[in-house]
């Protein structure tokens, strides 16, 4: 597919393909290597510098890429991520895990008052009803219940579901800013035991979230993960205040 193509695959999103393309680009490139220069950039895509750039700053503010004033852009060295906002197959990846899904749920619903009122939509209103068991080197590792805005995300369904949500979601430029989750300790029902290949009553970790893009809620979901192979890891960053 041509640069033109993607381009075509992402209209009113032009930025979106540049930063992707770019993404692409540079994975697994050098700490230091050269990124491409905006007027390069302008000239394959045949778009405004204004949108080159708009690229190029939300790679920086990933910590993708770094400015050198008077020098250019380059490949930037990583950092650390405090309480990165990940999805279950970049958490996975990130144990060094294979994540597997199976899905149980895929179709849109009409948004009950309690989806409606989190999702910020109107009861009534179309949502994407998502609903998968997840495996981790093939081995039930959490069920997961996922409500998304359809209105946001026309046609999700209609070439099949992503192996990753928050991939699809990066791709049409809708990737979670911010997140937040709520977590409690429970133990599995009948189903949920039956599915996560555990007894019935052994404890289980309950994670709901929501997520948001920009000012668009993107995502909520309710998670259960096995508590004998699920371990919550959240890092914290001090503000060098005394207290």
């Excluded at 190029?56 to 060295?77: N, S």
């Excluded at 026309?154 to 928050?166: A, E, K, M, R």
Aim: glycine share 8%; hydrophobic share 40%; charged share 25%.
């Amino acid at each position: 597919m041509s640069d033109l193509d993607v381009l075509s695959n992402v209209t009113g999103l032009k930025h979106v393909a540049v930063r992707e393309y770019v993404r692409d680009l540079i994975a697994g490139a050098e700490v230091g290597a050269p990124a491409p220069s905006e007027r390069e950039l302008v000239q394959r895509f045949g778009v405004a510098r204004m949108t080159v750039r708009q690229a190029i700053d939300a790679l920086v503010a990933e910590g993708l890429l770094e400015r050198i004033p008077g020098k250019g852009t380059y490949v930037a060295r990583p950092r650390t991520r405090v309480g990165a906002l990940r999805g279950y197959t970049e958490e996975m990846q990130a144990r060094g895990m294979l994540a597997e899904s199976q899905t149980l749920i895929a179709r849109i619903e009409k948004a009950g008052p309690g989806i409606a009122r989190v999702l910020n939509l109107t009861e009534g209103d179309p949502v994407l009803h998502w609903k998968r068991l997840r495996r981790a080197d093939a081995q039930p590792m959490c069920i997961e219940d996922a409500f998304l805005s359809e209105v946001l995300l026309p046609g999700f369904l209609q070439s099949g579901t992503p192996t990753s949500l928050y991939d699809a979601l990066r791709r049409r430029g809708l990737h979670p800013t911010w997140a937040e989750d709520s977590i409690a300790a429970d133990v599995a029902t009948g189903e949920e035991a039956e599915m996560l290949e555990i007894a019935v009553g052994s404890p289980v970790l309950r994670v709901a979230r929501r997520a948001v893009c920009g000012d668009k809620i993107v995502e909520v979901s309710r998670s259960t993960y096995r508590a004998d192979r699920f371990t919550m890891w959240v890092q914290f960053a001090g503000d060098g205040t005394e207290r």
